[in-house]
DNA sequence: AACTGTGAACTATTTCACAGCC
DNA sequence: GGCTGTGAAATAGTTCACAGTT
């Protein structure tokens, strides 16, 4: 029963969710463009925009208009016919359905040069994910505050981040430690785990898991120039250009750069 | 024509792909597990496995068995019938098809904490992708090196990218000077990019971008986490378990850390 | 006239289930 | 008997195209 597997929704294809209220279920694909969508509109509002029509919200984010007006959908209602959206209520309803109307601490686990890079970030994407624990196992990091909190031991995740609230683990160790960080990341409570580490983690159902795998992004890439140089003269076929639908950091260290 | 777009195949949907030779075209999908496959089999290989079966493969890689013996399909037929897979075997056609038989350059941009990481890191997942080139705009940077390489200007881009046949291009600047890294790479003449600035990039069509955004990841977990505790008791509906189909950094650095 | 919301058609991906081979 | 390869069925996701609203 590993998290990771993407066994769907179970073997039962039932649950007709007959969701009376609000927002009726979100298709995962469409959940990353909810979160894409909120930060094209952050950047509009900034600007001052007080509406915008699916045609230019969509061209903002890279997806066509029809997409786009689907994936609101699931929202409910928010649109006016004729006119647009409202760049305001858009924003609030994106973020009450993906959640972000309440703060999730985060806890970074494996202090080397991604975890370093992520503590330093302190304070994930605006606001909401504050990093609240920082784990690592070299005797000399513990105790060493690393942007702003101090490095406690991998021994000690369970403790801590039930002490702290901790909801979402951050796995940026070697893979040889992935899967121990991971069980007491579960033990100490967090309700979903990011994973760095090359490894397929395995987890119970009910913390969601999602990973980040450089090695696999860049053998993709990799397929796709060979299919290109490859035989056929286009690489055209189902396979084309192509969006990870995952994005990145948010803001810039004192040199400018990511993370 | 942004190539973040997921413009499917363009508007025609044709391109029937008679590929009269080896591979049928393969599903992006499945062509992201074929890394973690490959990734798994390697393990597999360094415990001195000669066979495996769907079955020890698929659970190792965390996916249904008849969803591995599908992609592994696409490949063409190396399996035996009541034995399994050669992992010596399975192992060079993944390679293959992945067009790991040959070197990647990569060129980082924006050596701020993420770019430090990555090239520190030094040759990305086993060998195939060497780093080649770094850049950045600050002035104290330029020259130094780091991992080995000296940083160049981001004005030179253009110019040591095509000096250095860089073929894949990460930017890792802040939001703002994406794109016009972006362009740059192009006019080096690189294949492929990935990003992990906030930001969708436009990109000419023979140009692969893919993204990878930590905000994204976030919200996500954020949003699984908020609708379980939400209206419906079990998070079940169409949304569940996931993988973002994307993997991690692959080596460890002297404390042991994942970058 | 401009623009949203959505059923219906289409395409992609996953899963089933079983024929065929060792 | 064990295991692969794969059509066919089921499910998920995308795009079309148009009715409905302001």
């Known amino acids: 029963m590993p998290a990771v597997t993407d066994n769907g929704s179970g073997p039962d294809g039932s649950a007709p969710d007959g969701d009376a209220g609000k927002a009726r279920a979100v298709p995962e694909a469409a959940v990353a463009r909810l979160a894409v969508y909120l930060r094209v509109l952050t950047t509009m509002a900034e600007q001052g925009a007080v509406t915008v029509s699916s045609e230019e919200l969509s061209a903002a984010a890279?997806?066509?208009?029809?997409?786009?007006?689907?994936?609101?959908?699931?929202?409910?209602?928010?649109?006016?016919?004729?006119?647009?959206?409202?760049?305001?209520?858009?924003?609030?309803?994106?973020?009450?359905?993906?959640g972000l109307t309440r703060q999730h601490k985060v806890a970074v686990a494996g202090i080397g040069n991604l975890g370093h890079a992520l503590a330093n970030y302190g304070g994930f994407p605006g606001r909401g994910f504050p990093v609240a624990a920082l784990f690592d196992v070299d005797p000399d990091l513990i105790g060493v505050p690393v942007g702003g909190i101090a490095v406690s031991h991998l021994d000690d995740i369970p403790a801590?981040?039930?002490?702290?609230?901790?909801?979402?683990?951050?796995?940026?160790?070697?893979?040889?430690?992935?899967?121990?960080?991971?069980?007491?990341?579960?033990?100490?409570g967090v309700e979903c785990i990011l994973n760095f580490?090359?490894?397929?983690?395995?987890?119970?159902?009910?913390?969601?898991?999602r990973k980040v795998d450089l090695a696999v992004e860049l053998q993709m890439l990799s397929f796709h120039v060979a299919s290109r140089d490859a035989g056929n003269p286009a690489d055209g076929g189902?396979?084309?250009?192509?969006?990870?639908?995952?994005?990145?950091?948010?803001?810039?260290?004192?040199?400018?750069e990511v993370v």
Chains 1, 2 share one sequence.
């Open 62 to 98: 890279g997806v066509n208009s029809a997409k786009l007006r689907k994936d609101l959908s699931y929202l409910g209602s928010y649109g006016v016919r004729g006119v647009g959206y409202e760049v305001g209520v858009l924003t609030e309803e994106i973020e009450r359905i993906l």
């Open 197 to 209: 580490a090359p490894v397929v983690l395995h987890a119970p159902e009910h913390v969601q898991v």
């Open 238 to 256: 189902p396979v084309s250009v192509t969006s990870a639908g995952t994005g990145v950091l948010s803001r810039a260290s004192s040199n400018g």
């Open 160 to 188: 801590v981040c039930a002490e702290r609230q901790v909801s979402i683990g951050v796995i940026a160790t070697p893979p040889g430690a992935a899967q121990v960080v991971c069980d007491r990341l579960v033990a100490g």
